[in-house]
């Protein structure tokens, strides 16, 4: 392998990436950015919604905060895929730091393309419809159905993401690396496994109890067939 071909940070190490250019912000930079900016969305979230519950407070944080990371963070990479290796604007290099947990993102792999692309503009929208659903009284009634759908969504599209990968043998990452491979790649997208499948059985739960006291409500006893005797 020629060592002309090495030009960056990511694995394989033979991928050609021959507009890749290195991040012109620093790794706290980049990363202090965002993480500040989820935790400012759900402080002002916590705060601005004293009046209901902790659980609901809780997923309101969560599917807002959703919403902003699918619609624009995965958003940016569905519609610049091709083209944000070479970019210096702050979400490219968002997307070239990840992509050093999996390199996929900087190579624009159509897997991840065609699945981002969906998580963008469909789960984005539906994670704030569903957060309004627990706000606001006039959709109120629909919030476990977008709550369920939306999770199942999440929960199906970062299972394809990891079994892809492990099917590929962990080729595009620093296997075992710490920052790259167990905070990228692993623990940030684990959440996206784990608290899903918390809404989603939390949702099947609620409502399974409403329709078991819809049956009941609504109980009719079978009304008896007539006999006719016949001499």
Same mark, same amino acid.
């Given at each position: 392998?020629?060592?002309?071909?090495?030009?960056?940070?990511?694995?394989?190490? +033979?991928?050609? $990436?021959?507009?890749?250019?290195?991040?012109?912000?620093?790794? !706290?930079? /980049?990363?202090?950015?965002?993480?500040? #900016?989820?935790?400012?969305?759900?402080?002002?979230?916590?705060?601005?919604?004293?009046?209901?519950?902790?659980?609901?407070?809780?997923?309101?944080?969560?599917?807002?905060?959703?919403?902003?990371?699918?619609?624009?963070?995965?958003?940016?990479?569905?519609?610049?895929?091709?083209?944000?290796?070479?970019?210096?604007?702050?979400?490219?290099?968002?997307?070239?730091?990840?992509?050093?947990?999996?390199?996929?993102?900087?190579?624009?792999?159509?897997?991840?393309?065609?699945?981002?692309?969906?998580?963008?503009?469909? +789960?984005?929208? $539906?994670?704030?419809?569903?957060?309004?659903?627990?706000?606001? !009284?006039? /959709?109120?009634?629909?919030?476990?159905? #977008?709550?369920?759908?939306?999770?199942?969504?999440?929960?199906?599209?970062?299972?394809?993401?990891?079994?892809?990968?492990?099917?590929?043998?962990?080729?595009?990452?620093?296997?075992?690396?710490?920052?790259?491979?167990?905070?990228?790649?692993?623990?940030?997208?684990?959440?996206?496994?784990?608290?899903?499948?918390?809404?989603?059985?939390?949702?099947?739960?609620?409502?399974?109890?409403?329709?078991?006291?819809?049956?009941?409500?609504?109980?009719?006893?079978?009304?008896?067939?007539?006999?006719?005797?016949?001499?």
């Amino acid at each position: 392998m020629s060592t002309s071909t090495v030009q960056h940070p990511y694995f394989p190490r +033979d991928t050609v $990436l021959p507009h890749y250019k290195p991040n012109v912000s620093s790794l !706290p930079e /980049i990363l202090g950015i965002f993480f500040g #900016l989820v935790a400012i969305n759900v402080l002002v979230l916590w705060f601005s919604t004293k009046r209901h519950t902790t659980g609901v407070r809780i997923k309101i944080c969560w599917f807002v905060s959703c919403g902003f990371i699918h619609f624009i963070l995965e958003g940016y990479f569905s519609l610049y895929h091709a083209t944000l290796a070479g970019e210096d604007t702050y979400l490219a290099q968002m997307w070239k730091e990840y992509g050093k947990g999996d390199s996929r993102y900087v190579t624009g792999e159509t897997c991840m393309v065609a699945m981002e692309s969906i998580t963008a503009f469909v +789960d984005g929208p $539906l994670c704030f419809l569903t957060a309004a659903a627990f706000m606001f !009284p006039k /959709i109120y009634k629909y919030r476990y159905v #977008l709550q369920i759908s939306v999770s199942i969504c999440q929960l199906y599209g970062d299972t394809l993401y990891f079994s892809t990968e492990v099917l590929e043998g962990f080729a595009h990452s620093e296997y075992w690396h710490p920052l790259h491979f167990w905070f990228y790649f692993f623990f940030l997208n684990a959440l996206w496994i784990v608290i899903p499948s918390i809404n989603i059985i939390d949702a099947v739960l609620s409502l399974s109890q409403t329709q078991s006291t819809v049956d009941m409500n609504t109980k009719t006893t079978p009304k008896k067939k007539s006999l006719k005797k016949y001499h």
